[in-house]
């Protein structure tokens, strides 16, 4: 046997340091770590609270009529072939006049890019903004795929703070204080993940007017449109275009509830058309045609999708969330060592407080987090990974059942690993 190329000095093997610090904050790589914890011994069924995938449920399947839309266009031999950078024109166009109807004016086939899901979305204009200096601020907690992502293209992130006691609204003042004349665009996310919470009429019309004071663009983030289900409807921030130009970002994956499909889209809500004076847009079209296409498929499956889709399957599933949200809620009440600053209202998330002095023998939300896993088969994403230590954030978009197996488990896991003073029953 030839060793020869023991002797070779191998150029290659270094790790981009972008890329280690991107996985830093990989809220992925942490939760699918959770699951390699779980006792695979264990007869109870997993209850996976630790990520928002509904579709693996019954209760949260797919409506027929998006089903039926993608083997059409699967069997039609029409979508076999590659799309054009922003995606196929009608598709585009479904995508357009379907996010019209929530807004004051018309959005046009030219105002659309699709991409492979949202987080495809989020990894273009991360990369787009990366021009040398610029920063852009982020929530926290917030969704740390956009952390990730600005640190691989070398993009400066700064976090302002959501306020729980405020049912999570942004810190208009602390977003004028960390913004400098190098900051481009701030990030929203509604309705919210990881906090639950939907922004109001009045407070998305402040955050607007604090964008153009500072003359900066809004990247609303809004995979979760129209997954409202307490008091305050969903309002698209592009209702607000005329205040700031917005890019609004969202896709199928969680109305429709097919996550796995990966069809997203960037829209340019800006009546004025500043990102087209700026070459925003044209700098977005450049980026995809280097990037990878949403399938063709699924694209040509678009129009269909929207237009066929009726509102009873989005009744159904929202008063499905609505009831898990309420479980969830209740559930967490009745935990003593857990804090729940504000009732859940949209998206499919809850962030609850961990108060640490209950334990003993836990360190930290991570801690907690392997120790459940490992001993009641409970995977909960822990707060480290979206900026919030010793918080949890917690998933209701599973089946009610096991939801409640799920949460029961938890408190007793919380129970056994009170610290002694607490399970000291007061004379």
Not at 270 to 288: H, L, N, Q, S, W
């Amino acid at each position: 046997m030839d060793n020869s190329c023991d002797e070779v000095a191998w150029r290659f093997g270094a790790v981009n340091p972008s890329l280690e610090a991107a996985s830093a904050v990989s809220i992925r790589a942490l939760v699918h770590g959770l699951y390699n914890c779980v006792d695979r011994s264990d007869p109870r069924p997993l209850a996976p609270l630790g990520h928002g995938d509904p579709s693996p449920f019954a209760c949260f399947r797919a409506a027929a009529a998006a089903e039926e839309a993608v083997a059409a266009a699967a069997t039609s031999g029409k979508y076999n072939s590659y799309p054009t950078a922003a995606g196929l024109t009608e598709a585009c166009s479904a995508v357009a006049s379907y996010l019209s109807r929530y807004l004051p004016y018309e959005l046009s086939t030219g105002d659309i890019v699709l991409t492979s899901g949202c987080n495809h979305a989020i990894e273009v204009m991360m990369a787009v903004l990366a021009t040398p200096g610029a920063n852009v601020l982020l929530p926290r907690p917030g969704y740390p795929l956009y952390e990730a992502r600005a640190a691989l293209s070398g993009l400066e992130f700064r976090h302002y703070d959501l306020l729980p006691e405020k049912g999570w609204e942004v810190d208009i003042e602390g977003v004028e204080a960390l913004a400098d004349d190098n900051t481009v665009a701030i990030v929203i996310v509604n309705p919210n993940n990881p906090c639950g919470s939907v922004y109001s009429y009045e407070h998305l019309t402040k955050i607007a007017e604090t964008a153009r004071k500072l003359g900066i663009m809004v990247i609303s983030d809004e995979i979760y449109e129209h997954c409202a289900f307490g008091s305050k409807p969903f309002v698209p921030m592009g209702v607000f275009g005329e205040i700031a130009p917005v890019l609004t970002l969202g896709g199928i994956s969680k109305r429709w509830m097919v996550p796995g499909w990966r069809l997203g889209w960037i829209a340019m809500t800006d009546p004025k058309g500043v990102f087209r004076k700026t070459k925003i847009f044209e700098a977005i079209i450049i980026y995809r045609g280097i990037s990878v296409d949403p399938a063709t498929i699924v694209q040509g499956a678009i129009p269909q999708i929207i237009a066929k889709t009726d509102d009873t399957f989005f009744r159904n599933a929202m008063n499905m969330m609505r009831e898990a949200a309420e479980i969830c809620y209740q559930k967490l009440k009745g935990i003593e060592c857990i804090t729940c600053p504000h009732k859940p209202e949209g998206s499919m998330f809850v962030m609850v407080k961990l108060d640490m002095s209950y334990f003993e023998g836990i360190d930290d939300d991570i801690n907690f987090c392997t120790k459940l896993a490992k001993e009641e088969s409970v995977v909960i994403c822990p707060g480290s990974g979206l900026g919030m230590k010793n918080w949890l954030r917690i998933t209701f978009a599973v089946d009610p059942s096991l939801l409640e197996d799920g949460l029961e488990r938890l408190k007793s896991f919380c129970l056994r690993h009170a610290h002694r003073k607490q399970k000291q029953v007061p004379l």
